[in-house]
């Protein structure tokens, strides 16, 4: 049983307050599932990197090279299912790169 303190008094946990305690205890990720959350930190990044240039008041006159990049960014993750494959990605090329 695991200890719990309140109001400076120690004690066991019920069964109740174990299960509950139990409950919310997180699992860590799994080695893919952290490859994915890295990849989609990385292109959430890339996205953000690039949101201005799809604004209405853009400078940029031809955005559609803009707007299919962000989309190959989106992309990206789909089909994924193992961390070699997402080893494996390949990014797009920035327009203008």
Known sequence: MTKIQINDVVRD??????AEFDARQVTPPTAFEQSMIDLRHQRNNLL??????VLADSPIA??????????????LTNGLTTVEQVDAVIWPTKPGA
């Open 48 to 53: 953000m990197e690039s949101d201005w240039t």
């Open 13 to 18: 946990m019920t069964a109740e307050e174990q």
């Open 62 to 75: 031809d955005k559609t090279a803009w707007q299919n990049y962000r989309t190959e960014l989106r992309d």
